[in-house]
T-cell receptor, first 111, second 113 residues
Framework: DAKTTQPNSMESNEEEPVHLPCNHS???????IHWYRQLPSQGPEYVIH???SNVNNRMASLAIAEDRKSSTLILHRATLRDAAVYYC????????????FGKGTKLTVNP | NAGVTQTPKFRVLKTGQSMTLLCAQD?????MYWYRQDPGMGLRLIHY???????AKGEVPDGYNVSRLKKQNFLLGLESAAPSQTSVYFC????????????FGPGTRLTVT
C-alpha cells in the first residue's frame, strides 16, 4: 500500500477555514484518496474521497494536486466539534478493500 | 438502523484468559473488519472478511482468531490474552458494490493485566 505523510498536529481558530495537507508521492493511478477523522473516544468516520478531481460534500472539500502527489482536506469553517485526528489514506481501485491508517493529523480548534 | 455495534464496551482480562468480542451490523454489508488501536497510533488491521464463511489475515493477526458464521456478525477471539493485546478494538463494515466508506463501531476497550 502506498504511503501518506501528514503533519502530526495543526491548530485552528473557530469559524476559520482549515487546510489539512497530505503528501502521497508514490501514489499510483489506481489509488483513491480517502479522508477519515476520529473524534475523541470514538471510531473513525468517513469524511470524503476522490480520485483526480476536486470533491465537495457537506462536511468538507478535497483538493487534489494535478500530479496527484498531494492533496488537501479543507474544512471551510472549523467548529469545536471538528477537533479530531484526521487520516489521509490511499486505497486501490478494485484492489484490496483494506484501509491502512497512519498516525494522522491531530487538529485542535481554539474557541 | 443501529449501524455497527460492538459488545462489550469494556473488559479487563488476566493474562492467559480467553474472550470473544462481538461485532454486529444491520446494513447487510459484505465486508467486515477488525482493527486495533494503541495509544497515539493509527488503526491496524487484524483480520477481515469478504463474506459469510470467509476470513483473511490483516497486518497484525497473531494471537487472534475470527469467525463469520453469519453475514451480520464478525467475532474476534483471543484464546490466551497477553498484556500486549491491551488496546482499543474497532470493528468496521462496508458494502462492496458502492464502496466509498467503512462504517466503524464505537470500540471495545480491552485491558490485559
Amino acid at each position: 500500500d502506498a504511503k501518506t505523510t501528514q503533519p502530526n498536529s495543526m491548530e485552528s481558530n473557530e469559524e476559520e477555514p482549515v487546510h489539512l495537507p497530505c503528501n502521497h508521492s508514490t501514489i499510483s493511478g489506481t489509488d483513491y484518496i480517502h479522508w477519515y477523522r476520529q473524534l475523541p473516544s470514538q471510531g473513525p468516520e468517513y469524511v470524503i474521497h476522490g480520485l483526480t478531481s476536486n470533491v465537495n460534500n457537506r462536511m468538507a472539500s478535497l483538493a487534489i494536486a494535478e500530479d496527484r502527489k498531494s492533496s488537501t482536506l479543507i474544512l471551510h469553517r472549523a467548529t469545536l466539534r471538528d477537533a479530531a485526528v484526521y487520516y489521509c489514506i490511499l486505497r486501490m481501485i478494485r484492489g484490496s478493500e483494506k484501509l491502512v491508517f497512519g498516525k494522522g493529523t491531530k487538529l485542535t480548534v481554539n474557541p | 438502523n443501529a449501524g455497527v455495534t460492538q459488545t462489550p464496551k469494556f473488559r479487563v482480562l488476566k493474562t492467559g484468559q480467553s474472550m470473544t468480542l462481538l461485532c454486529a451490523q444491520d446494513m447487510n454489508h459484505e465486508y467486515m473488519y477488525w482493527y486495533r488501536q494503541d495509544p497515539g497510533m493509527g488503526l491496524r488491521l487484524i483480520h477481515y472478511s469478504v463474506g459469510e464463511g470467509t476470513t483473511a489475515k490483516g497486518e497484525v493477526p497473531d494471537g487472534y482468531n475470527v469467525s463469520r458464521l453469519k453475514k451480520q456478525n464478525f467475532l474476534l477471539g483471543l484464546e490466551s490474552a497477553a498484556p500486549s493485546q491491551t488496546s482499543v478494538y474497532f470493528c468496521a463494515s462496508t458494502v462492496v458494490r458502492d464502496y466509498y466508506e467503512q462504517y466503524f463501531g464505537p470500540g471495545t476497550r480491552l485491558t490485559v493485566t
